[in-house]
């Protein structure tokens, strides 16, 4: 079965600056898809970032982008240029194709003004 | 992008009674829905995988007597919490597939459970 950790229960930046949120995984499937997901406290699900497992180029949206180092398994996400609005739960998350998605114990993020 | 709504966002009950949760996907058609609890400062953890017009398929612990899931259309899922007891109360989310991005889920707002 498929496992997602992220180590880091709570991290804080301060506005303006850069941080990273680890995720690690485990599979033994070699095409799969890996997510960042944005929680805030409405509780929506947003969709930060994906990236497919086949593709080596690290996937980037705007300020977000992430490090995937398929062979440690390995999936985090930068922040760049942090936001207030960047405050939120952010869940890692794995999924083999059109199968559910798993998700990590998340990661509450706080930016500090 | 993909729309997913869920009803109630808020209910609460007395302990005993039944509660049905709606799923729709707005505008798009969703053959598999899934449904995720999500207790307070915690993960959400999948409950069961909705496929229209067969039976569901539950994870590991869930009780399928107790949560029954109906897919009738290939836009509404719905999860009824039967005779709901107050450690049932939680976030309940529901998520579906758009066809045009694989792996890729779209939520509802959730609905939080509350039974007294």
């Known amino acids: 079965a498929q496992t997602v950790t992220q180590s880091q229960p709570e991290m804080s930046v301060q506005e303006a600056e850069t941080v990273t949120l680890s995720c690690t995984y485990d599979t033994s499937e070699s095409d799969y898809y890996l997510f960042w997901y944005k929680q805030p406290p409405s509780r929506q699900m947003i969709l930060v970032i994906r990236q497919e497992a086949y593709k080596q180029q690290n996937a980037t949206e705007n300020r977000f982008s992430v490090n995937f180092q398929k062979a440690a398994k390995s999936f985090s996400l930068k922040i760049s240029d942090s936001q207030l609005g960047d405050a939120a739960m952010y869940f890692c998350a794995f999924s083999q194709g059109a199968q559910k998605l798993v998700f990590g114990q998340g990661t509450r993020l706080t930016i500090n003004p | 992008g993909a729309v997913v709504s869920q009803h109630p966002s808020w209910v609460i009950c007395k302990s005993g009674t039944s509660v049905k949760i709606e799923c729709r996907s707005l505008d798009f058609q969703a053959t598999t829905m899934f449904w995720y609890r999500q207790f307070p400062k915690q993960s959400l953890m999948l409950m069961a995988t909705?496929?229209?017009?067969?039976?569901?398929?539950?994870e590991q612990g869930v009780e399928k007597d107790k949560f029954l899931i109906n897919h009738a259309s290939l836009t509404l899922s719905t999860l009824t919490v039967t005779s709901a007891h107050p450690e049932d109360s939680s976030f309940y989310i529901c998520?579906?597939?758009?066809?045009?991005?694989?792996?890729?889920?779209?939520f509802g707002e959730g609905s939080r459970l509350t039974v007294l």
């Open positions: 998520s579906a597939r758009h066809g045009g991005e694989p792996g890729e889920l779209f």
């Open positions: 909705s496929n229209e017009g067969s039976k569901a398929t539950y």
